[in-house]
């Protein structure tokens, strides 16, 4: 049997790049890990049997040299010509012994050689890590196991304290007013006219941008325009982080 060959991984995704550039190649990348799981099992099982015919052969010959010895020995006390019976046995059990030595490093060498594939591709041990996703170390010195993403959000109506969620990488902003409030009018049938609305703004930011907490301000919103009075006022704003 052919040694089964590991098929090579994609370009791994970089933080470096655009957001879209590295979801894309995180999915071409993640995508391939069970092909690769399956090349390293058929490797893996390859060099278990290599392992185990080495034993058997190393086993088997151990065996034969034993036996042959003995077979010598036997020979040596009943005939003439023992002695050179016993040397040609000698020479036989050299021979054997140093077939398995060969056999048994082969099994060694490829269980190395497993080793050294996934170690080449820069991939941590596959035990233990069903149902995760690679992604790239923050040293960017290689690619690590990772829980599946996660997106959590919060609603603020009223003043309080955000805090960072553990393992956060972007938190995308949204605040939005509580828009201008109506006029009043001292007589009735007058036309006046009604509150603004209320501005949107928005920002994407890396979570390391952010302190641990962050405090969010509620402003007050118009109270609405006092009977013959002209200021404008608004309702209660309304943000969300």
Do not use: C, H
Not at 67 to 73: D, K, P, R, T, V
Not at 133 to 143: A, I, K, M, N, T
């Amino acid at each position: 049997m052919a040694v089964p060959t590991v098929t090579p991984l994609p370009t791994p995704p970089n933080r470096a790049s655009g957001a879209g550039e590295f979801t894309a190649k995180a999915d071409v990348f993640y995508g391939a890990m069970p092909q690769f799981q399956t090349d390293m099992n058929t490797l893996a099982t390859y060099s278990g049997q290599q392992a185990l015919e080495a034993q058997a052969a190393k086993t088997a010959a151990e065996t034969s040299a034993a036996e042959s010895a003995q077979s010598a020995l036997d020979s040596a006390a009943q005939v003439a010509q023992a002695a050179g019976q016993v040397d040609l046995a000698a020479d036989q059990v050299a021979l054997a012994t140093q077939q398995a030595d060969r056999s048994e490093a082969a099994a060694d060498q490829a269980e190395i050689i497993a080793a050294a594939a996934q170690a080449a591709a820069g991939l941590p041990a596959l035990t233990g890590n069903s149902r995760k996703f690679l992604q790239v170390s923050p040293d960017e010195s290689g690619v690590q196991f990772a829980a599946p993403i996660e997106s959590q959000y919060q609603e603020f109506l009223a003043s309080g304290t955000w805090t960072k969620p553990s393992g956060a990488t972007w938190v995308y902003v949204e605040a939005i007013g509580g828009g201008g409030g109506g006029k009043n009018s001292t007589s009735s049938g007058s036309n006046v006219p009604g509150g603004g609305g209320g501005g949107f703004a928005s920002r994407l930011m890396r979570a390391s941008e952010l302190g641990a907490s962050v405090t969010v301000t509620i402003g007050a919103g118009g109270l609405g325009t006092p009977n013959g009075a002209t200021t404008d006022a608004g309702g209660p704003p309304r943000s969300v982080a």
